[in-house]
């Protein structure tokens, strides 16, 4: 499954185009490499996220083409999230 898909049928983010600009921006890697959105994704991928004020690092349990809001949390586990306030602290 490709990584903007994915990361709108998560609801990591909500908007395909939207996560499609952010991984075009070089602000998503994948096992520690720079990802387009077009990039594949596997299970047990982690994938890391630079919002504006926080990352966040998470591992693909599952990949499916659609799924309901209440199951969208069972398609990956949150390793860690950091808020920009957290990462300051640790320079």
């Known amino acids: 499954m ?3 898909k994915f990361l709108k049928v998560s609801r990591i983010i ?3 185009t939207v996560a499609k600009e952010v991984a ?3 602000r998503i890697q994948i096992n520690g490499q720079l990802a ?3 990039t594949s ?3 047990g991928d982690i994938i890391k996220i630079l919002f504006g004020n926080k990352t966040l690092e998470i591992k693909v349990l599952q990949l499916k083409d659609s799924t309901k809001k ?3 949390d069972k398609m990956y586990e949150i390793i ?3 808020r920009e306030s ?3 602290k640790l320079d």
């Open 41 to 43: 994704l596997k299970v």
């Open 36 to 38: 387009k959105s077009s």
């Open 2 to 4: 490709r990584l903007d």
């Open 70 to 72: 209440e199951d969208a």
């Open 86 to 88: 957290e990462l300051a």
């Open 80 to 82: 860690s999230e950091k």
């Open 24 to 26: 075009d921006k070089g």
């Open 14 to 16: 909500k908007r395909r």
